[in-house]
């Protein structure tokens, strides 16, 4: 199963800034993804995040808002820019290998004040 | 579009018994199933996987079933430990929705010693 480090693993930020979240695997995987998790909420999908190109983004999420990169197969990051309240969140990236079964990062808890 | 729901939303039992999650889904053509652990604040851990042809899965004290017809999947949990505390989560992988999960809002599982 792959391994999924993610940094920073929590934070407390100023509202109006930015913060990028770092996910690294111990393996090359095709697709990656990052998720947000509201207080008391299931997930949601915000991206795709695709080697080599552009993200995909779910209905309602916006690149300006989270930019995303993929340099290589390895590594992704996740911005969460200008932040708000409405922002504190647990974000979290996942993988897939295999089946495809999906594995996830210990997740980046975020609270903007 | 797909909508996962999980009964019940909280659940508390005493030590050692045995005990039942479930999960319905509202589109019956998956790829697969995946029943997933988290504990407070973090990330996602892998309990087991089911492929759409099969009926069941099992790890340890823990037996997933899955009855696409009907749209349902149960997480039957032996001989419960205070360890097993968690939320419970189930994620719908859709044939035609390559690399993406549908979640469930999770059943948060209480044993108590």
């Known amino acids: 199963s792959a391994v999924i480090s993610q940094k920073p693993s929590r934070d407390i930020c100023q509202r109006g800034t930015s913060l990028t979240i770092q996910c690294q695997v111990d393996s090359q995987v095709t697709m990656m993804f990052w998720y947000r998790q509201q207080p008391g909420q299931s997930l949601t999908l915000i991206a795709t995040?695709?080697?080599?190109?552009?993200?995909?983004?779910e209905s309602g999420f916006v690149i300006d808002k989270f930019p995303i990169s993929r340099p290589n197969l390895t590594f992704s990051t996740l911005t969460v820019s200008n932040m708000s309240p409405e922002d504190s969140s647990i974000y979290l990236c996942?993988?897939?290998?295999?089946?495809?079964?999906?594995?996830f990062g210990q997740g980046t808890r975020l609270t903007v004040v | 579009k797909q909508e996962v729901t999980q009964i019940p939303a909280a659940l508390s039992v005493p030590e050692g018994e045995n005990l039942v999650l479930n999960c319905s889904f509202t589109d019956s053509a998956i790829y697969n199933l995946q029943w997933f652990r988290q504990d407070p604040g973090k990330g996602l851990t892998s309990l087991l996987l089911?492929?759409?042809?099969?009926r069941e899965q099992t790890s340890g004290r823990l037996n997933a079933s899955l009855d696409k017809s009907s749209g349902r999947s149960t997480l039957y949990i032996a001989a419960s430990q205070p360890g097993d505390s968690a939320t419970y989560l189930c994620a719908v992988r859709h044939h035609t929705n390559a690399g993406k999960s549908t979640f469930g809002d999770g059943t948060t599982l209480t044993v108590k010693p």
């Open positions: 996942s993988v897939e290998q295999g089946a495809p079964e999906a594995f």
């Open positions: 995040a695709n080697q080599g190109s552009e993200a995909t983004y």
């Open positions: 089911i492929q759409s042809s099969q």
